[in-house]
């Protein structure tokens, strides 16, 4: 693969933030191809014509160690493709801890890899309802904007709370790097590039605000020109692309948005969850009321000593209900209230195991049936069920522009139940209340 015309290879932390980075990028004229993993030569020759490449990651929910041994030859790897810019790409929201999705050991690696002496670090993405001011962190939440350690969902994480929104004092908890901070007022000001450069010596870590389209416009330009002047690697959010297509624009490097066609209504859906999100609680409570019938899901039972015997059962109930011409959705919560979460975490892997049980039942729902459509709901779970139904790589079929970071996507790979499967990945703050009948329905809105 000609690698000299990638403007951008990203690792995503986890299977629906790297989905979201895509749509950001193939949205915008910026054609993308995502992969389970580093993909051999053949595989990547089939996406030639791609000017990013990304591999999807789980390093959000993975240790340090595991950081070390994993993400170095990803990132390697990523490295020799010489794109203009290599992202590791984090969520918006920003929830790591010391011990679990590290962020700042992940930069780190990064940094060394790439020899390089500062690294910019992006996270608001106003497309996302994602913002940051003077170093702190804000999101939004059924209308309201609240700051991260007071939201009402991330600063209640089951596995990652946010209780901070001081990014640079929250990064100093995970590194020893010193972080400097490119505010509103620098950013805005006419020596600018001056400024920031200033800050880059003296920093191994520089936070870019991003509050507005015009800050976001403003940070482009110094990802960019900071790029060409002391190293290629970023971190951040996909405000990273947000802020990167802003200035490739106006140097002429894509061109406008392309359409997508919409791919129509399925009659059936299937649908696992491993949310515990009051918002996938919403939209699974809409979705019953609109085609769908719930399944639920004993989380200690699919991690269990009697995994199989229980992946069997969710296997058998989702097929009776398909079968009446139903959409499904198998879920191991209804919001907080229901969250098992302090017992699964008594078990050791169970997390994982979890999310991979839910990949087995869709993948045999899907072979069963011949679902041609389907959705894995929750962040960490998709990282560990996509990899069940041997899928190997992922390209954009529709973006939501109305709610970004989950869109409908196409499934690639050697295996033929799941080689052109059309399916979308939502993390759990993602979406309307109506996205799983939007999706089954294949509209953009």
Same mark, same amino acid.
């Given at each position: 693969m000609a690698t000299g015309n990638l403007l951008i290879s990203y690792y995503g932390d986890d299977f629906t933030g790297s989905t979201d980075v895509m749509e950001a990028l193939a949205s915008n004229g910026v054609p993308t191809a995502l992969f389970l993993g580093i993909p051999d030569a053949v595989l990547l020759e089939r996406f030639?014509?791609?000017?990013?490449? &990304?591999?999807?990651?789980?390093?959000?929910?993975?240790?340090?160690e595991w950081m070390q041994q994993h993400l170095v030859p990803a990132l390697r790897w990523l490295k020799g493709l010489k794109a203009q810019i290599c992202h590791y790409k984090v969520c918006s929201t920003f929830d790591s801890s010391p011990r679990i999705g590290n962020i700042g050991k992940a930069i780190e690696i990064g940094r060394e890899l790439f020899s390089q002496s500062s690294v910019p670090v992006?996270?608001?993405a106003p497309q996302l309802k994602r913002y940051t001011a003077f170093g702190h962190l804000f999101a939004a939440y059924q209308g309201r904007v609240y700051r991260i350690d007071r939201h009402p969902v991330m600063s209640r994480h089951p596995v990652t709370p946010m209780d901070e929104a001081d990014l640079a004092l929250h990064l100093g908890k995970q590194t020893s790097l010193p972080v400097s901070l490119v505010d509103l007022v620098t950013l805005a000001a006419t020596d600018a590039d001056d400024r920031v450069d200033e800050h880059a010596a003296t920093a191994g870590i520089m936070l870019i605000d991003v509050d507005s389209a015009e800050t976001q416009a403003a940070a482009g330009t110094q990802l960019w020109r900071r790029a060409a002047k002391d190293g290629s690697f970023v971190a951040g959010s996909s405000g990273v692309e947000y802020a990167l297509l802003n200035a490739w624009r106006r140097e002429g490097l894509i061109g406008e948005c392309p359409d997508f066609a919409l791919p129509g209504k399925v009659e059936r859906l299937a649908v696992v969850s491993g949310s515990v999100s009051p918002t996938t609680e919403r939209q699974i409570? /809409?979705?019953?009321?609109? &085609?769908?019938?719930?399944?639920?899901l004993d989380p200690l039972a699919l991690t269990g000593e009697s995994a199989d015997r229980a992946i069997e059962d969710a296997v058998n109930a989702g097929i009776g209900r398909l079968k009446t011409g139903r959409s499904v959705i198998l879920h191991t919560a209804l919001g907080p209230s229901a969250d098992r979460g302090s017992a699964i975490?008594?078990?050791?892997?169970?997390? /994982?195991?979890?999310?991979?049980?839910?990949?087995?039942?869709?993948?045999?729902?899907?072979?069963?049936?011949?679902?041609?459509?389907?959705?894995?709901?929750?962040?960490?779970?998709?990282s560990h069920a996509l990899k069940e139904l041997r899928v190997e790589a992922l390209t954009t079929l529709l973006p939501l522009p109305q709610t970004p970071g989950s869109p409908l996507c196409v499934a690639h790979g050697s295996y033929a139940p799941t080689n052109g499967l059309q399916i979308a990945l939502k993390g759990g703050q993602v979406g309307t209340d109506g996205y799983f009948p939007q999706i089954r329905d294949g509209r953009s809105a």
């Open positions: 030639s014509q791609c000017r990013a490449i &990304g591999i999807a990651g789980t390093s959000r929910s993975e240790t340090p992006v996270v608001g409570r /809409h979705a019953m009321t609109d &085609g769908f019938d719930g399944i639920d975490d008594r078990v050791p892997d169970a997390r /994982h195991r979890l999310g991979q049980a839910l990949g087995i039942i869709l993948r045999r729902l899907v072979e069963g049936e011949k679902l041609s459509r389907a959705v894995i709901a929750g962040g960490d779970t998709s």
